[in-house]
């Protein structure tokens, strides 16, 4: 059964209003402020382009939220309030109202529509919060205005909306800044990625991921514009293919890693699969200038140099989260593993080791600094080859753990035959053991026990048991 929702006498007034163009644009010199976000709402929708115009030249804030409202780009619309900007930028003061500094085209501004507007029904559905300016950034020429955009570069060619956007900016250099919080490069060649980056004003990007499989000699093209990225605190990139021309990776290599050197506000790396760092994983480690809060380097091989390095950073020591899965450590020394959780015992949130080859000699070796990560909220182990007693140990060492909350542990050895196969009947008989000695300790607790992925091959299985959950009656 619907609802009618009745439009408020608010909206019924904007829209006769809005049947009369210019009736709008005489009066937005007396308008009252809290009535501009819902006549621009009603505008926006309605494709009133004049009405548009004139009210961004008397926008009284200084954000304009306009992707908000932008459940699918539409050129008009935009063309519209653009062309109010440049009246703005041809003036030589600016209207006794008008505050507008930001023209924001990302997905954000739900909060503003809704407040202002004293309901949310046009106003599209988003969950990215706002993003606090910078006061970090580079000093810039005086620009009129920011436009702040998102920049997902996922085709060869760009959209409509954005190939009109980067001309209208490039064609009022000096007035206008384009700015980009957030870059993810989903599929796009390189030349096209330098074009339009060229256009951004590049130290605005706090966020960057590279979604796609490049070749380690791409990174290297792309690393000294990552580089001028100097606000970066996220980066992100997927695996990185490398050629059997060992000497010419080694020059791609030290051009990647050099430009961290230049990442001031860098806080969480995450690298998948990145083949290059082995051997030389204390080249990037070197270049970190700032500590880090997450850190993810996952399915690759390290040397043993590599962990030591690795142990011994001093960036590391305030670490959040530490993901290592997929990176064995089966044949490397355990009080190396040990070195390293050490050092983050009291940041320590987030631990994933899954599929690191982890035996009962590394795990038992680890166990007495795993017992003081006081902060810890999370710790996954799925697809090691850890034995019965083993695991008894690990659960008797982190019950004092009061912050831990979410546990993800292998099924025990026994539960497989000597051949590497997983006997479901088995594990439901270990489980009992398990129960018994979460009811020992004595603090209710849920642990998730999985044969996913197997710590033989690393493959998924399809079986999927019950947490073993002990909790006080």
Known sequence: MSVWNPLRLLDLAAIDLLRDETSVISILEYLPTELFPPLFILAFYGRHSEALK???????????????????????????VL???DVLIAQQGRPRRCKLQVLDLRNTGRYFWRMWSGSNYHVHSLNMAPVAEDSSRTKQPLALLEVFVELHLKESNLDEFLIYLIRWVEQRKGSIHLCCKKLRIITMPTENIKEVLSRV???CIQEVQVNCTWHLSTLAVFAPLLGQMSNVQRLLLSPILVSAFEELEQQ????ITSQFLRLHHLRDLHMESPSFLEGCLDQMLSCLKTPLDNLSITNCLFTESDVTHLSQCPNISQLKGLDLSGVTLTYFSPELLQVLLEKVTATLQELDLD?????????EAILPALSHCSQLRTFSMCGNLLSMAIMEKLLRHTSGLLSLSQELYPAPRESYSPQGDFHPERLLQLQAGLLKILRDLGR???IWISSSPCPYCGEN????PEPVVY???
């Open 201 to 203: 004003q590049l130290d």
């Open 252 to 255: 791609h290599v030290v051009q």
């Open 471 to 473: 909790s006080y009656n």
């Open 54 to 80: 004139a009210m961004v030249q008397a926008w009284p804030f200084v954000r304009l939220p306009l992707g908000g409202l932008m459940q699918t780009p539409h050129q008009g619309t935009l063309r519209a």
């Open 355 to 363: 599929l690191c080859g982890i035996m009962d000699p590394q795990l």
């Open 83 to 85: 062309d109010g900007v």
């Open 461 to 464: 299985t399809f079986y999927h």
């Open 444 to 446: 209710p607790r849920t």
